[in-house]
């Protein structure tokens, strides 16, 4: 099949290209990602293969559909940057990579986690300019803290475990309970109490318009002073100027983000010669207990390789006529 690849990176093309092998599509890379400036390049392409900072709304779909297209295939798991509705309407199908490594993104954020606490990112700078002093680098155990897991599907499910590893308790919080989670040692609680108790909360939930700005200005008056807020889910659960205010307040002592409200347009490009014009990202990064890192919670090479070949299977049931396990359905 014909795929028109938006948004390409090195380490997507090494990926797909191994997978591809078993499948011989015919993929065409493309560089820019996909815009509605950018649709037209799809034209002629039955199969369009996008990343999560594509923006597929109502437009593009109406501009792809004109191209001829018939596929959408997502390679990433999250589908909120694309128009259902209007896909269903312009009769294009939307495939996704529902899993590719929970591991790779749990561990990212435990990573973080780990940085923050131990501040890695404070003393690798320190000792690169031969300043070997202690003073302001005092971290905290984390066993006997209290851990939040706010999502508990597959991603949440991975750090429950890694979390009971280090033996935190952990506190969680999902519209319905993951037996795997209760069986590694988490407890279900309701937000109120997972917000006052926990020292550590980071977010695995997906952005829904229920979970928008589940973190705001009112939640964050709730959490126990200087804890700890991890999210590598999406930007938009949280309200991102209430998080400077509560760092600024000291009632968020430490901020990891993998995502950020604003990342489209931004996040997987380098823009070290233009600096960050995002004004309120670029408060965020003046915090030394802030780290932010540009949505690479899913970059290992394992995670790669599942995503090419998932997408690929994907391309190739769709050519097949057949109803694909990976089919985003469209909900009323
Ligand atoms: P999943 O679908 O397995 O789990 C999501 C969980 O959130 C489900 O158990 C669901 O019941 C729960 N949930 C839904 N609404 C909720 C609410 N209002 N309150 C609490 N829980 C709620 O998804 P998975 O694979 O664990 O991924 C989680 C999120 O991680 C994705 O939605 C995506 O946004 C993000 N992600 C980020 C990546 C990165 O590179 N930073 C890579 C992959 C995923």
Redesign the pocket.
Known sequence: MKVAFFGTKSYDRGAFNDANAAHRHAIHYLEPRLTLDTAPLAGGFEAVCSF?NDHIDAEVVARLKRGGTRLVALR???F?HVDLAACRAASIEVVRV???S?H??AE?AVALMLALNRKTHRAYNRVREGNFALDGLAGFDMFGKTAGV????????CVVRLLDGFGCRVLA????A?PECVAAGARYVQPPELLGECDIITL?????P??RH?VNAESLARVKRGMMLIN???GGLLDTRAVIEALKSGQVGYLGI??YEEEEGMFFEDQSATGIRDDVLARLTTFPNVIVTG?????TVEALANIAATTLANISCFERGEVCENRVAFKD
Do not use: E
């Open positions: 999560v990433c798991a999250g909120n529902p899993a590719y929970p790779a993104v990212h706010i999502g508990t599907g597959k991603i949440g499910a919080h999902d519209v319905a993951n695995h939930c997906p952005l829904l229920s979970t589940i590598t889910s999406r993998d995502v949505h690479q919670a899913f970059l």
